[in-house]
């Protein structure tokens, strides 16, 4: 295969990731800026499934948008491995290369994709916040923080096709799944030969302890410096629960020790679209509001009326949060009652 590559068509693929057979948020929720890049410019919505008995995830991503759909469903798929699925990627991109390639900047995508990019001779733009089509030239504009966030960088793919960009959980949102929708399902029967795999995965231990999914949570509580101490957390806990929502949190709070890291919400930490996120005493540094600023509605609790996290809230308290947040809590509690 001579490279750099040349698209075949105008269309715009989105890898949708499987875990057990079931296509996860992040692939979905790519399909809706890929919508609206196809519309503007042509080419199909394709999906790419690569798993192990994956029709579910074949149907959610028909159900959510797409308008074709690659399927490469072996066993030697069931669970990630780098070769594996570069090698599925990379001749199922050989065979009709697309104009663009859209991955999620998960733990997967953020190993497949350079792997990908670099086998396939083209660029990647990685951790994207915000995708567009550059005016002059009609490519895709890549934009992702840079320079430790303190700006926007939009990166343009030229010369090589695929453009190919991971863009972040959470920061686009699912369209309305619709059942109705039907797709062309293409099966492609390629299996990588298993025993040419290298890394071997010899158990899976699931994580123990609190599982912290705030990138899919509906509803997020956060708690910041504000709170004082690891104790603090307590009255955020409690709005949490009532409102059957994860506990989020500030760096500040995090590099304090008070909650693990696996809470934080914001540049160096994840990046969540809930319908409701509830702010209590976090100031509302850039790098914060980088995270958390597509939420649907925003509630902040801060006792300085001057904090930024106003500027980006839908309701505001000016109060002391370990006032507010157990009068706040009853408030649900009674509701539910
Ligand atoms: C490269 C880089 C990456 C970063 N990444 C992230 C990130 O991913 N996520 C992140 O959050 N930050 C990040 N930061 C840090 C960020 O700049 C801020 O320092 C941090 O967000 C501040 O956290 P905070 O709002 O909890 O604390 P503060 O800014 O100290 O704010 C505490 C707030 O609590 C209020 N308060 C105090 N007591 C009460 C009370 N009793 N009731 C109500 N309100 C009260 C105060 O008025 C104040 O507004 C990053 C910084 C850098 C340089």
Known sequence: MGFPLEAKNKDLWVFIETL???ARNVGLELLNPGRELVTSQGGQLVAVVIGHNCDEAVKSAVAHGADKVYVMDAPVYDHYTTEAYTAALVQLVEKDCPTTLLLGASHLGRDLGPRLAGRLRTGLTADCTE???D???????????AFGGNLMATILCPNHRPQIGT???GVFKKTEADASRTA?????????????IRVKLLEVIKEEGEKVDLEGAEIIVSGGRGVGGPEGFEPVRALAHALGAVVGSSRAAVDAGWIPHAHQVGQTGKTVGPKLYVACGISGAIQHLAGMSGSDTIVCINKDADAPIFSVADFGVVGNLFEVLPVLTDLVNKSKG
């Open 135 to 145: 005016e002059a030239t009609g490519l895709i504009a890549w934009t992702r923080p």
């Open 184 to 196: 062309e399902i293409v099966k492609d029967d390629y299996a990588f030969p298993a025993e040419q």
């Open 131 to 133: 995708l567009g089509i």
């Open 20 to 22: 057990n057979g079931k």
């Open 167 to 169: 863009c972040r959980p």
